[in-house]
Protein backbone atom coordinates (compact mmCIF):
# COMPACT_ATOMS: atom_id res chain seq x y z
CA UNK A 1 0.00 0.00 0.00
CA UNK A 2 1.14 3.55 -0.78
CA UNK A 3 -0.25 6.49 1.12
CA UNK A 4 -0.09 9.92 -0.57
CA UNK A 5 -1.12 12.92 1.64
CA UNK A 6 -1.19 16.56 -0.52
CA UNK A 7 -0.40 19.55 1.19
CA UNK A 8 0.02 23.48 0.29
CA UNK A 9 -3.25 24.34 -1.51
CA UNK A 10 -5.55 27.76 -0.90
CA UNK A 11 -6.64 30.79 -1.96
CA UNK A 12 -4.46 33.19 -4.87
CA UNK A 13 -5.35 36.19 -6.39
CA UNK A 14 -4.74 35.91 -10.45
CA UNK A 15 -1.39 35.60 -11.95
CA UNK A 16 0.01 34.62 -8.37
CA UNK A 17 1.84 30.85 -7.77
CA UNK A 18 1.38 28.55 -5.45
CA UNK A 19 3.35 24.97 -4.71
CA UNK A 20 1.65 22.15 -3.59
CA UNK A 21 3.49 18.91 -1.93
CA UNK A 22 2.71 15.65 -2.34
CA UNK A 23 4.18 13.08 0.50
CA UNK A 24 3.99 9.12 -0.40
CA UNK A 25 4.80 7.16 1.87
CA UNK A 26 4.17 3.32 2.96
CA UNK A 27 5.28 0.84 -0.10
CA UNK A 28 7.05 4.20 -2.37
CA UNK A 29 9.68 1.38 -3.96
CA UNK A 30 6.46 0.13 -5.72
CA UNK A 31 5.81 3.55 -7.37
CA UNK A 32 6.24 3.78 -11.20
CA UNK A 33 4.75 7.23 -11.36
CA UNK A 34 3.41 10.13 -9.94
CA UNK A 35 0.96 12.72 -11.43
CA UNK A 36 -1.15 15.04 -10.55
CA UNK A 37 -5.01 15.37 -11.28
CA UNK A 38 -7.28 18.09 -10.86
CA UNK A 39 -11.04 18.46 -10.34
CA UNK A 40 -12.98 21.50 -11.34
CA UNK A 41 -16.86 21.69 -10.12
CA UNK A 42 -19.33 20.38 -12.09
CA UNK A 43 -16.19 18.98 -14.71
CA UNK A 44 -14.53 15.86 -14.62
CA UNK A 45 -11.22 15.37 -13.22
CA UNK A 46 -8.13 16.35 -15.75
CA UNK A 47 -4.58 15.27 -15.97
CA UNK A 48 -1.50 17.60 -15.02
CA UNK A 49 1.69 16.09 -14.95
CA UNK A 50 3.04 12.84 -14.06
CA UNK A 51 6.62 12.34 -13.06
CA UNK A 52 8.70 8.35 -13.42
CA UNK A 53 9.38 7.98 -10.20
CA UNK A 54 13.17 6.97 -11.44
CA UNK A 55 14.80 9.29 -13.73
CA UNK A 56 12.35 11.95 -13.04
CA UNK A 57 10.85 12.04 -16.90
CA UNK A 58 8.18 14.42 -16.89
CA UNK A 59 4.97 14.71 -19.00
CA UNK A 60 2.46 17.54 -18.92
CA UNK A 61 -1.07 18.67 -20.04
CA UNK A 62 0.02 20.64 -23.17
CA UNK A 63 -2.36 23.28 -21.66
CA UNK A 64 -0.43 23.74 -18.62
CA UNK A 65 3.21 23.88 -20.36
CA UNK A 66 5.17 26.77 -19.16
CA UNK A 67 3.06 27.56 -16.17
CA UNK A 68 3.20 24.19 -14.19
CA UNK A 69 5.77 22.28 -12.83
CA UNK A 70 6.27 19.01 -11.33
CA UNK A 71 9.57 18.05 -9.43
CA UNK A 72 10.60 15.28 -6.83
CA UNK A 73 12.58 15.41 -3.91
CA UNK A 74 13.91 11.78 -3.30
CA UNK A 75 15.12 12.20 -0.24
CA UNK A 76 11.15 13.02 1.74
CA UNK A 77 9.66 10.79 -0.78
CA UNK A 78 7.38 13.77 -1.88
CA UNK A 79 6.25 15.16 -5.46
CA UNK A 80 5.61 18.70 -6.13
CA UNK A 81 3.67 20.58 -8.52
CA UNK A 82 4.93 24.52 -8.61
CA UNK A 83 1.88 26.80 -10.32
CA UNK A 84 3.16 29.92 -11.66
CA UNK A 85 0.60 32.92 -13.88
CA UNK A 86 -2.83 31.58 -11.91
CA UNK A 87 -5.21 31.93 -13.67
CA UNK A 88 -9.49 31.31 -12.30
CA UNK A 89 -10.03 28.67 -14.56
CA UNK A 90 -6.93 26.65 -12.61
CA UNK A 91 -9.50 26.87 -9.71
CA UNK A 92 -9.97 23.06 -8.80
CA UNK A 93 -9.15 20.35 -6.06
CA UNK A 94 -5.97 18.85 -6.68
CA UNK A 95 -5.38 15.72 -6.57
CA UNK A 96 -1.60 13.50 -6.23
CA UNK A 97 -1.66 10.37 -7.35
CA UNK A 98 0.48 7.04 -7.70
CA UNK A 99 1.01 4.16 -10.36
CA UNK A 100 2.97 1.20 -9.62
CA UNK A 101 2.17 -0.76 -12.96
CA UNK A 102 4.30 0.95 -15.00
CA UNK A 103 1.72 2.40 -17.36
CA UNK A 104 3.08 5.82 -17.92
CA UNK A 105 -0.61 7.46 -18.41
CA UNK A 106 -2.86 10.16 -17.94
CA UNK A 107 -5.39 8.37 -17.56
CA UNK A 108 -7.10 8.78 -13.86
CA UNK A 109 -8.45 4.93 -14.64
CA UNK A 110 -4.74 3.71 -14.41
CA UNK A 111 -3.66 5.01 -10.88
CA UNK A 112 -3.68 3.10 -7.68
CA UNK A 113 -3.55 4.85 -5.37
CA UNK A 114 -5.14 8.80 -4.28
CA UNK A 115 -4.73 11.32 -1.94
CA UNK A 116 -6.98 13.54 -0.56
CA UNK A 117 -7.20 16.42 -2.31
CA UNK A 118 -5.83 20.04 -1.87
CA UNK A 119 -8.39 23.08 -2.80
CA UNK A 120 -6.85 25.78 -5.06
CA UNK A 121 -8.53 29.06 -5.08
CA UNK A 122 -7.92 31.93 -7.75
CA UNK A 123 -9.56 35.21 -7.48
CA UNK A 124 -9.65 37.37 -10.32
Known amino acids: QVQLVESGGGLVQAGGSLRLSCAAS????????MAWFRQAPGKEREFVAR????????AYAESLLGRFTISRENAKNTVYLQMNSLKPEDTAVYYC?????????????????WGQGTQVTVSS
Open 97 to 113: AAEVGGTWSRDASLYDY
Open 26 to 33: GRTSSIYA
Open 51 to 58: LKWNGGHT
